[in-house]
Structure formats: structure tokens, C-alpha cells
């Protein structure tokens, strides 16, 4: 082996960013479910200007009601006369700031309690799974709506108590995979050469775990988009009259038999996010597998 | 002076069922310059020893001396400073390199986290010039260790370990998970380091062939103590210890004429979990008689430099 080999051929550098997005295009379905949220998130930005709340999203309007899609209303319009187009479009916000933020919460809870109790062991592993179990017993709805109606109904007590009800998933991923990450030999090697305890974890167990975190990040989106939107539904989600599409299902069910369009709009919306955001996080699984490039 | 000391070391592991005594009391010193064989079958603590003179795992007792300085009495700070001198090659190539990191950041990394050199480009001028010592490409530099082989992965670790000079390699069965061809490869540019670097070796492995090729001195392990201990010519010549000599018998001989005698071991290794005193092999040993139950052999030195823990062959050489 001799040097005049470099140059020729030598490999590029490449940032783990990159090769990972290259690696998601080549995926379809995850790349369908990017342009799905894209479309998404540019409604729900541009509804921010589009619309005046006041005026357009919440004021009710009796001599207009239940009109069935037409040119003038694609979308027609709800029992109180407002016009659901806008309003579905208006609830993209909620259902992405509560998906995200939620699901956000989560995530710093339960990687820092994971990724400590996976590392550290011991007693305080067991007091911190010991704890996850039992909130993991609980089912995540009925812990929501307990969180709910002990804090007082409002948007962010409702991404509180999402937050809280998928946290504990979040410990588990995080603990499995630094406990698996952890008995690799490359993390002696680490230690071998003096490293502090914490950087340990942030350089070389964090990232070896960052694609389960990421692909469980993408995932819990959907179900607390779906948690939310189930909240709503049952009326102790975000408060009327905000178009939460969750609500807006809830509003539309006395009317389903004449008026399924009520239910069908938002409906739709909450299932195309979710299905984005699982075949997103699917996409990522497969492109974060450092075994599966090529 | 000699630049290791171990004295009395052990490590005891609590399990449900009582103490395991992974290693027992090991004593031994190391020159210079010079390379220690520690041989031993699966479980006897030979890796532990590597291990736990590098603090990588807590010893329970016992002193690690090196260059006059007690390593098990550093604090942190201490430590890290130690551990630029003493390093370790991992046994396996393919779970010792992180697989997120790129062949640059590996052998970069213990360079910038020892902060010996700080300035980027003389880093990265070190780290090209470490892989023409270990025999890599330069065109490797930005690749990952998932698209490299075993020994090319193994020569990776070779140069992390190389990257701050150490005076101490510990090779924990550095070529044992690589194809035959690619051990020789291995095995050659440990040795060509150790003349052109003046490193000293803890060499761990469980062949002896590979142990007799790069040693000076061999010590056997068995079930956490040292057996017997010699010159790598020595023990070959003139094994005492029942251990040895059922090991050394186990090597393949290419000859088609009379064939020395093989010793087979009866009987499973015994559990190192609560061990009575008595000596470690009685179970197994053919010689055994009435005197290694009454306790653990001594080493004793039959011949200059050549040691040995065994009631008869002691009494029958001295």
C-alpha cells in the first residue's frame, strides 16, 4: 500500500446529513409523505394570512349554514355557517404545533431520563423504569384526559399532557438502545483514551442511537397528532371554537347522516398527516441504517 | 527498572451465587521493550488482566505499577494523563470502531481528546502520517469502518492506539478474529512497531502459535491465576506445569513420523464462582495427588526466570 494511491479515487467527504437525505429520496413512500406535510405546512402558513380568524374562521354566519361543497365553499359550510375549507385549513396549526411541540416535550423528557438511566444502571435505573411502567399502564388517553382535567383545558395543557403520555416510550427506546450501544467494544475504546463519562454519551452514544429516536420522534408525531385530535373530539382537546380538526369531527357528528362532508374534510386531513408522518419515519428508519447504503 | 509492575492483582465480580474469582492474585514485570504472552483458555481472566490494568475495569486489590507510578491510586485527572502511555488493541475490528465515525475522526479522536497536538492541520498531517505507519491508504481517510475490511478495521485500531505514543500496548486477541493470511499482516506490523517505537506488549491470546511468534516471555493462565511463567523458548522447550504441557500438546504438528503423545483435558473448566484453596487444576490434572488440596500452590522459580504454581513438578525440578 503506498500513497500515490491518493487522489485517485479517494473517498469524498461526506456529512451524515447528506448521505441520509439521498438515501430517503430513493424511498418513495417517504418522499410522498414529505411532499404530503410540505403541502401541509405551507396551508397552514399561508392560512395564517389568507384568513382573518375573527372574521373568517370563527364568526358565525346562520343564514349560511350546511350548505353542501360548491363553488363558492369547496369544502361548504359547518351548522353555524362557517366555511370548513377555511377552517380545515386553520387547523393544520393546531394539529402540527401540538404534534410537534407534544412530541418535542416528550422527547427531552425521555431521552435524558433513557439515555441516563441506560448508562448510569443501577438502583436509579430501576427507580426510573420502575416509574415508566406505571405511566405506561396507564392508558395514554385516560392519562391525558386525567392530565387535562387536572390542569384546566387550554392548547398547551393539551401538548402537556400528550407530552407526558408518550414520554414514557421515549425512555424505553432511548434506555434499549444506549444499553445495546453501550457493551460495544467502541465505547471502551472511548474510555481507553480517557474520555469524560458525557462526552462519551453525547459523541458516541447518542448518534449510534439517533436513528431509533429519530424514527420513534417521526412516529409518536402521528399518534399524539391522533391522541389530540381524539382529546378534542371528546371535548377536552383546544377549547371552542378553534377549528381543531379533532372538534370539527366532534361538530359534525349529528349531521353525518345528510351532511357527511362535515366529517369526511377534517377527517381526511388527520389521516393523510398521520399516514405522512408514519411513512416518513419509516423512510428514515431504512436511510439512517448505516448497513443499507450503497 | 522494569517499566510494568503488577503485584497481587485481582478482580472479583458479585453474582448471585457467591464471589467469581475472575482474577486471582497475578503478579508479574514487564522490560521495556519487551513482550508478555498471556495465554490461557476462554474464561480465565486473561482479558480481565488486560482490562483491569488499564482500569478500564475497577481492580479489587492489588497494585499496577507503571514507570513508578501505582495507576490504581490515580484520581481521574491522573488517569487521563496515564492512559496516553498505556493503550489497548480491541479483539474485535468490527465492534471497536464506532460506525458513525469516519477513519479521520477515529484516529484524530484520541489525539484531540488528549490535547498533545491542537492546531487542525498538524492533526490531520499526524493522522495521515499514522496511516502510512499502519499501512493504509491515504485515500481512506474519509471513508467509514463498515466499508473497510477486518484487517484494514484492525489497522485502524492499530493506529488510535499508536496516535499518543503510548510506551504500553495491551493487544487483547488483536488477530484472532482475522482471516490466517491477514493475522501474519497484523502480527508483522506489531512487530515492526515495537523495534521502531520501542513499545512494550501485553500480548493476550489463547494461540499459542501466535503467542510463540511475538513474545519474549509467556505467562499461562488458568481460572485467574499464572500457572506457569518463562521465556517464550523456555516454555516451549521445557513445559513443568500439567497445564502447559496439555496446551503445548494440542498444537498440530506437521509430521507424518511418530507423534508426541496428546493430552487430553477431561472435564469442563471449573466454575471460578466461590473456589475452595486448593490448587486451580486438581480437578483436571492427571498428576494430581493427596498435596493440591492443602491449599494454592506457590509460584515457585525452578530454573532463573522460569516460575511455576505446582506442588510436584516444583518438588521434582527443584
Known amino acids: 500500500m503506498n500513497n500515490t494511491e491518493a487522489g485517485s479515487g479517494q473517498y469524498a467527504k461526506r456529512s451524515a446529513f447528506k448521505a441520509m437525505w439521498k438515501q430517503l429520496q430513493k424511498n418513495k413512500g417517504a418522499m410522498i409523505g414529505l411532499v404530503i406535510i410540505g403541502v401541509i405546512v405551507v396551508v397552514a402558513v399561508v392560512s395564517q394570512f389568507a384568513f382573518d380568524y375573527e372574521r ?13 361543497p360548491s363553488l363558492e365553499h369547496p369544502f361548504g359550510t359547518d351548522a353555524l355557517g362557517r366555511d370548513v375549507l377555511g377552517r380545515v385549513a386553520y387547523g393544520a396549526r393546531y394539529s402540527l404545533a401540538i404534534g410537534v411541540v407534544s412530541v418535542l416535550i416528550a422527547l427531552v423528557v425521555g431521552v435524558v431520563l433513557g439515555a441516563a438511566a441506560g448508562y448510569i444502571g443501577g438502583r436509579f435505573e430501576d427507580v426510573v423504569m420502575r416509574i415508566t411502567d406505571i405511566f405506561s399502564a396507564i392508558p395514554s388517553v385516560l392519562l391525558a384526559i386525567a392530565i387535562v382535567s387536572s390542569l384546566g383545558k387550554s392548547t398547551f395543557n393539551l401538548m402537556v399532557a400528550v407530552g407526558v403520555a408518550s414520554a414514557p416510550s421515549f425512555v424505553r427506546v432511548a434506555r434499549a438502545s444506549v444499553l445495546t450501544v453501550r457493551g460495544e467494544e467502541y465505547i471502551e475504546s472511548a474510555r481507553a483514551i480517557g474520555m469524560h463519562d458525557w462526552k462519551i454519551v453525547l459523541v458516541h452514544i447518542l448518534p449510534n442511537c439517533l436513528s431509533q429516536i429519530i424514527v420513534q420522534t417521526t412516529l409518536r408525531v402521528a399518534s399524539a397528532i391522533i391522541s389530540a385530535a381524539s382529546l378534542s373530539f371528546l371535548g377536552l382537546g383546544v377549547p371552542a371554537p378553534a377549528p381543531e380538526w379533532g372538534s370539527m369531527l366532534s361538530e359534525g357528528r349529528a349531521y353525518i347522516r345528510d351532511y357527511n362532508y362535515l366529517m369526511i374534510f377534517p377527517g381526511v386531513a388527520i389521516m393523510l398527516t398521520v399516514l405522512s408522518f408514519n411513512l416518513i419515519g419509516d423512510g428514515l428508519r431504512d436511510a439512517l441504517d448505516p448497513k443499507l447504503k450503497r | 527498572m522494569a517499566l510494568l509492575e503488577v503485584n497481587n492483582l485481582r478482580k472479583y465480580f458479585k453474582t448471585s451465587r457467591g464471589m467469581l474469582h475472575a482474577v486471582d492474585d497475578i503478579s508479574f514485570t514487564l522490560e ?10 476462554s474464561g480465565c481472566g486473561k482479558s480481565t488482566t488486560g482490562r483491569a490494568i488499564l482500569r478500564l475495569i475497577e481492580p479489587t486489590s492489588g497494585a499496577v505499577v507503571f514507570d513508578g507510578v501505582d495507576v490504581t491510586g490515580l484520581n481521574s485527572r491522573g488517569m487521563r494523563r496515564m492512559r496516553q502511555d498505556m493503550q489497548i488493541i480491541f479483539q474485535d475490528p468490527f465492534s471497536s470502531l464506532d460506525p458513525k465515525k469516519s477513519i479521520s475522526h477515529l484516529i484524530s479522536e484520541p489525539i484531540r481528546e488528549s490535547g498533545i497536538i491542537r492546531d487542525g492541520a498538524r492533526i490531520e498531517a499526524r493522522v495521515q502520517e499514522l496511516m502510512d505507519t499502519v499501512g493504509l491508504s491515504r485515500r481512506l481517510i474519509n471513508s467509514y469502518p463498515h466499508e473497510l475490511d477486518g484487517g484494514r478495521r484492525q489497522r485502524i485500531g492499530i493506529a488510535r492506539a499508536l496516535s499518543m505514543e503510548p510506551r504500553l500496548i ?16 497484523i502480527l508483522n506490523l506489531l512487530e515492526e512497531l515495537q523495534e521502531s517505537q520501542g513499545i512494550t506488549y501485553i500480548f493476550i491470546t489463547h494461540d499459542l502459535s501466535v503467542v510463540n511468534h511475538i513474545s519474549d516471555e509467556i505467562a499461562v493462565m488458568y481460572l485467574g491465576q499464572i500457572v506457569e511463567k518463562a521465556t517464550a523458548d523456555e516454555l ?28 487430553t483435558l477431561k472435564g469442563e473448566i471449573t466454575s471460578p464462582v466461590n473456589l475452595p484453596e486448593e490448587c486451580r487444576f486438581r480437578k483436571r490434572c492427571r498428576e494430581a495427588g493427596q498435596e493440591c488440596s492443602s491449599g494454592i500452590p506457590p509460584q515457585v522459580e525452578v530454573e532463573p526466570g522460569h516460575f511455576v504454581a505446582c506442588f510436584h513438578c516444583a518438588a521434582r525440578a527443584g
Not at chain 1, 373568517?56 to 353542501?68: C, E, T, Y
Open chain 2, 236 to 263: 516451549f522447550r521445557n513445559p513443568l506445569h500439567p497445564y502447559t504441557k496439555a496446551l503445548l500438546s494440542a498444537i498440530p504438528v506437521p509430521s507424518l513420523g511418530d507423534r508426541p503423545e496428546r493430552i
Open chain 2, 32 to 41: 521495556k521493550g519487551k513482550t508478555l504472552g498471556l495465554v490461557g483458555e
Open chain 2, 170 to 185: 495491551i493487544c487483547d486477541e488483536p488477530v484472532s478474529a482475522l482471516d490466517v493470511s491477514i493475522q501474519a499482516q
Open chain 1, 56 to 68: 373568517d374562521i370563527i364568526a358565525q354566519n346562520v343564514a349560511n349554514k350546511l350548505q353542501h
